[in-house]
C-alpha cells in the first residue's frame, strides 16, 4: 500500500527559507494528484493554505508557495516567522475517490 | 461566512455505534462535497471518507469501509457519520470539512472528541 511521506520535523531560523515535501512511498508525486497542504496548531482545527499543488486559500499571504519539486510535491515558506510553528500536512487525490493525508511535519521556528 | 459545527461525539464502549452530525452554514450546502477527517490524540490528520454534493457518490478509505456510512440531508444543511463497531483506537477528534476547489478541502469544522473506552 502506497503511503504519503512527509519530513517528521524541520526547523528554521525566524526570516529564513525552509522546504517541506510531499512524497510517495511508491512512485512520484504529480499534479495529477492535486496535493493540498493545511496548517495545524495544537488544539485548533486545520487551516487551508494550499490547494492543486500551488493555489493559495483566501487570505493565505504570499510567503508561502506551492510546487512540484522532483518527484514531490513541496510547501515553501519565506521569511518564516514566529507564528509559522506549527504542523503541516499534505493530502493528495490518490483517484477513485480517495484521499491520504502525510503524516506530517512539525516546524519549529528558532 | 462558512459555518462548520460538528456534534455527538462523546463515550463509546468497544463495538457500540455512534452517529455525528455536522451542521453547515453560509454558503449553498447542496453544492459541495464534504468530508470527514478524524485525528487521533498526538498523531496526524487521517482522511475517512466523501460525499458527493448531491450524495450521488460516496468514498471511503479502508480503515472504516463497511463500517462506517457518510450521508446528508441537504434539505436540512446537515451532514453525518454513522459509525458502527468502533474500536478502541478510533478515539480521535473527528472533523468535517468542505470539499473546496480542484480537490482540496478549504473549509474546516473545529471538531467532535470521540473516545471509545469501556
Known amino acids: 500500500q502506497t503511503v504519503v511521506t512527509q519530513e517528521p520535523s524541520f526547523s528554521v531560523s525566524p526570516g529564513g527559507t525552509v522546504t517541506l515535501t510531499c512524497g510517495l512511498t511508491s512512485g512520484s508525486v504529480s499534479t495529477d494528484y492535486y496535493p493540498s497542504w493545511y496548517q495545524q496548531t495544537p488544539g485548533q482545527a486545520p487551516r487551508t493554505l494550499m490547494y492543486?499543488?500551488?493555489t493559495r486559500s483566501s487570505g493565505v499571504p504570499d510567503r508561502f508557495s506551492g510546487s512540484i519539486l522532483g518527484n514531490k510535491a513541496a510547501l515553501t515558506i519565506t521569511g518564516a516567522q514566529a507564528d509559522d510553528e506549527s504542523d503541516y500536512y499534505c493530502v493528495l487525490f490518490m483517484g477513485g475517490g480517495i484521499w491520504v493525508f502525510g503524516g506530517g511535519t512539525k516546524l519549529t521556528v528558532l | 461566512q462558512v459555518h462548520l459545527v460538528e456534534s455527538g461525539g462523546g463515550v463509546v464502549q468497544p463495538g457500540r455505534s455512534l452517529r455525528l452530525s455536522c451542521a453547515a452554514s453560509?454558503?449553498?450546502?447542496?453544492?459541495?462535497?464534504m468530508h470527514w477527517v478524524r485525528q487521533a490524540p498526538g498523531k496526524g490528520l487521517e482522511w475517512m471518507a466523501v460525499?458527493?454534493?448531491?450524495?450521488?457518490?460516496?468514498y471511503y478509505a479502508d480503515a472504516v469501509k463497511g463500517r462506517f456510512t457518510i450521508s446528508r440531508d441537504n434539505s436540512k444543511n446537515m451532514l453525518y457519520l454513522q459509525m458502527n463497531s468502533l474500536r478502541a483506537e478510533e478515539t480521535a477528534v473527528y472533523y468535517c470539512?468542505?470539499?473546496?476547489?480542484?480537490?482540496?478541502?478549504?473549509?474546516w469544522g473545529q471538531g467532535t472528541l470521540v473516545t471509545v473506552s469501556s
Open positions: 492543486n499543488t500551488n
Open positions: 453560509g454558503f449553498t450546502f447542496s453544492s459541495y462535497g
Open positions: 460525499i458527493w454534493y448531491d450524495g450521488s457518490k460516496k
Open positions: 470539512a468542505r470539499y473546496g476547489p480542484e480537490k482540496g478541502i478549504d473549509y
